[in-house]
């Protein structure tokens, strides 16, 4: 099987849609000749030409307005948002527009979109090329939202994402896109080419919506977590001893609760991990859901690790970022409760 | 009948060349200098739309100011210029550097477009106000803010103005008229005009100036700006810095089907310039006639700067991608330090000596600044601003939430 990078398979997602579907159309600020500022849409407009493939002006307000257009045409608009700190000027569209247009108008139109954004820190990117926004998504009904974790997941969800009826905004944790993080920043970086989920299929497949994975199974304490906390949670997991089932819960709308509560079930303790911000975050979500679902089987209170409340700063990158000591010091809480 | 039409296609600008191709500027045209009329400020917009398609430009090839538009600037006054865009270019060459060195994450430059913020900052008055993007940093150096406080501020140290939140050369400085930058385009356009309208609310007599590139005032925030501008008759420069490119994006791609960016002022009832933005008298000129009508209460002026964007986007972009090599040296309005520097020589004010000898001088100064800043640190080693800082600032006052998280986190 080919070794990818998460921008080369997130490439392959779109270049295989693309090739099956002649409906699917690309676009976004530097995008078509360039082939994006983290290269995911690189040779697209060569092979596809480019009124398959093109450059926007800067609007994100045009690029998923014109999308949603395009949708109720009947075509299949994939389109890339720069940062997922930019999109706000799209909001509008996406909430009041792209969310409710099937319901609004009982199925006579429908919006199958993607909006892929490259989200999270870990980069020095200061306060606007480092946001977790997926919550303004998650909050927000009619709405899709997935959010990879590594290469062979991010092809199959992608392509998964583009042939779904309904808008999926597709988060994809820029940190990640040329290896796992651990959160270890003083460690060399380890590339793709190393780790098994670096093996990607080069055919058409998908990974479906509403499916979490259990990345390391365990006994004593369920951690929920997305993106690239997936590996700081590995390394929190190993670094303390403590035998976590790790799951990766990759789309958070619509959300595997089975999954979830069987495991929660099993260990009775429950850590949700994520980056984005913590009052209001989508943790807030999943500790409701799992005292809902599991009250009776818990031997500890939920936890939750995330960012600070603050805007994602610059120069404190590794005092924001929860990396693996403070997601490992709740797992130990998690334990001695 | 429908069977009289072929099918629709879609239509995507391209630029004239890309990587490989010989770069060809014969499309841009440029008139002679001197040649565009200078109406006076209180002049009817729609008597001088043609404003918005011409190029006011000074200097002439032989480096002589010619025109109406030229005289307004002493010796002194340009030489002053002419210092303030050669330590822009050098403090640009140093930082860059640094960052190379790894000394900050991260860098943008001025490269060809130094004449546009130095010069305009001399049309300004003390408390008016810019709402300036990341290229502006000649309002700084212009209007006297520190080197070393820009520095302090790249490197995210334990003097940084800003406590090490922002992303490097996102400046603030209310004292120099310096709004805070946002990293999200666009925004700061109308923010201009909304400071310009309350400095008229309150009957003062500040003005107010804002700025965006050419890709991004396809934003909402650009046209909202305008007519906002239009309608109460803010008292603001709306400046667009054409530099060709948004990233990899040529111009073409925001501008559309207008002829150029500041024919959109039109529609809006408003007066609209284009200026060589690579003359350091013209930019003045100009600023200076579009600040006079704010400043006059006869309301908004749009200004195009046509210039070039000589370095690559910023430390994270690589141009020979998406553009020719050497089209830098075909554009044809040149570059400013020089063609300053020729038009000083020729006065008679500067000669090649004295020139070789200053930019020595500047590039000492920018040395000097760099290693008084490092002794406050760099971004990965000694001082830092605290950790603290990061949950400072969030409120006027620490909402109990976020005291509890700072307590979690040791600090
Ligand atoms: C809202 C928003 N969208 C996208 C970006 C990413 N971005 C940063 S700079 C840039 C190009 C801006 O080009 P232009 O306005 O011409 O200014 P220039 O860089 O040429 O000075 C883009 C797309 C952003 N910062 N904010
Ligand atoms: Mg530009």
Not at chain 1, 80 to 95: G, L, M, N, R, S
Not at chain 1, 208 to 222: C, D, F, Y
Not at chain 2, 4 to 23: A, K, N, Y
Not at chain 2, 49 to 56: E, M, P, V
């Amino acid at each position: 099987m080919p070794r990818m990078t998460m921008i080369e398979a997130i490439r392959s997602a779109i270049d295989i849609s693309m090739e099956r579907d002649g409906k699917v159309v690309v676009f976004g600020e530097d995008v078509g000749y360039f082939g994006g500022v983290f290269r995911c849409t690189a040779g697209l407009q060569q092979k596809y030409g480019k009124t398959r493939c093109f450059d926007t002006p800067i609007s994100e307000l045009g690029i998923v307005g014109t999308a949603i257009g395009m949708a109720a045409y009947g075509l299949r608009p994939c389109v890339e948002v720069q940062f997922a700190d930019y999109v706000y000027p799209a909001y509008d569209q996406i909430v009041s527009e792209a969310a409710r247009i099937r319901y609004r108008s009982n199925g006579e139109f429908t919006c199958p979109i993607v909006v892929r954004m490259p989200s999270g820190g870990g980069i020095f990117g200061g306060q606007t090329h480092s946001q977790s926004p997926e919550a303004l998504f998650t909050h927000v009904c009619g709405l899709k939202v997935v959010v990879p974790s590594n290469p062979r997941d991010a092809k199959g969800l992608l392509i998964a994402a583009i042939e779904d009826p309904d808008p999926v905004i597709f988060l994809e944790p820029k940190r990640l896109y040329n290896g796992p993080f651990d959160g270890h920043h003083e460690r060399p970086v380890t590339p793709w080419s190393r780790h098994p989920l670096g093996d990607v299929d080069a055919g058409h497949f998908t990974v479906p919506l509403g499916k979490a994975e259990v990345r390391r199974q365990g006994s004593s304490v369920t951690v929920l977590a997305y993106g690239t906390m997936v590996y700081v949670a590995e390394a929190a997991a190993q670094e303390t001893g403590i035998d976590a089932e790790i799951i990766d819960l990759r789309t958070l709308l619509p959300l595997d609760l089975d999954c979830i509560v069987e495991s929660v079930r099993k260990t009775g303790r429950c850590v949700i991990v994520h980056e984005a911000t913590l009052t209001s975050g989508f943790g807030a979500e999943l500790a409701a859901l799992v005292q809902e679902h599991c009250f009776y089987h818990l031997e500890a209170p939920v936890g939750r690790v995330t960012g600070w409340d603050t805007p994602y700063p610059h120069a404190q990158e590794w005092d924001y970022f929860p990396g693996p000591a403070r997601v490992g010091e709740a797992l130990v809480r998690a334990m001695e409760a | 009948m429908m069977d009289d039409f072929p099918p629709l296609s879609l239509h995507v600008p391209e630029p004239e060349v890309r990587p490989g191709g010989t770069p060809d500027f014969s499309n841009v045209p440029i008139p002679k200098a001197g040649s565009v009329p200078r109406p006076p400020v209180d002049v009817d917009p729609r008597d001088i739309r043609d404003l918005a398609f011409s190029i006011i430009r000074v200097l002439n090839r032989e480096g002589e100011a010619v025109g109406p538009w030229s005289g307004l600037l002493s010796d002194e006054a340009l030489l002053e210029g002419l210092r303030h865009m050669m330590t822009l270019r050098a403090f640009d060459a140093r930082m860059l550097m640094a960052q190379r060195q790894g000394k900050t994450s991260f860098y943008m430059q001025h490269m060809g477009e130094e004449a546009v913020s130095c010069a305009f900052r001399k049309a300004l008055e003390p408390g008016d106000m810019n709402f300036p993007t990341y290229r502006q940093a000649g309002l700084l150096i212009a209007g006297g803010y520190p080197m070393v406080d820009m520095m302090n501020q790249i490197f995210s140290n334990e003097a940084d103005p800003l406590k090490g939140r922002q992303l490097p050369i996102m400046y603030s400085s209310k004292e120099h008229g310096f709004f805070s930058i946002s990293g999200n385009l666009g925004t700061q356009f109308v923010q201009a005009v909304g400071w310009a309208m309350a400095s008229a609310i309150s009957n003062d007599t500040r003005i107010a100036a804002g700025w965006i590139g050419d890709g991004s005032t396809a934003e909402s925030d650009f046209h909202a700006a305008l007519v906002f501008a239009s309608t109460y008759r803010a008292p603001v420069v709306l400046n667009i810095v054409n530099n060709q490119w948004a990233i990899s994006t040529f111009q073409g791609i925001a501008r559309g089907g207008a002829g150029t960016f500041a024919a959109r002022g039109l529609g809006f009832g408003i007066p609209a310039l284009r200026v060589d933005g690579n003359d350091y008298l013209a930019v003045y000129a100009v600023a200076r006639w579009a600040a006079e009508r704010a400043r006059r209460n006869l309301g908004p002026t749009l200004v195009e700067y046509v210039t070039y964007r000589v370095g690559a986007h910023s430390t994270s972009d690589d141009p020979s991608a998406y553009r020719p090599k050497d089209e830098s040296e075909a554009w044809p309005l040149g570059d400013p330090v020089i063609r300053l520097k020729n038009h000083l020589v020729r006065r008679g004010a500067w000669s090649e000596e004295r020139h070789r000898q200053a930019e020595a001088e500047v590039m000492d100064s920018v040395i000097v600044a760099q290693k008084e800043a490092e002794k406050h640190g760099t971004l990965h080693s000694g001082g830092k601003p605290s950790v603290r800082d990061m949950f400072e600032g969030v409120y006027a006052e620490m909402p109990p939430h976020l005291r509890r998280q700072r307590h979690q986190a040791g600090v």
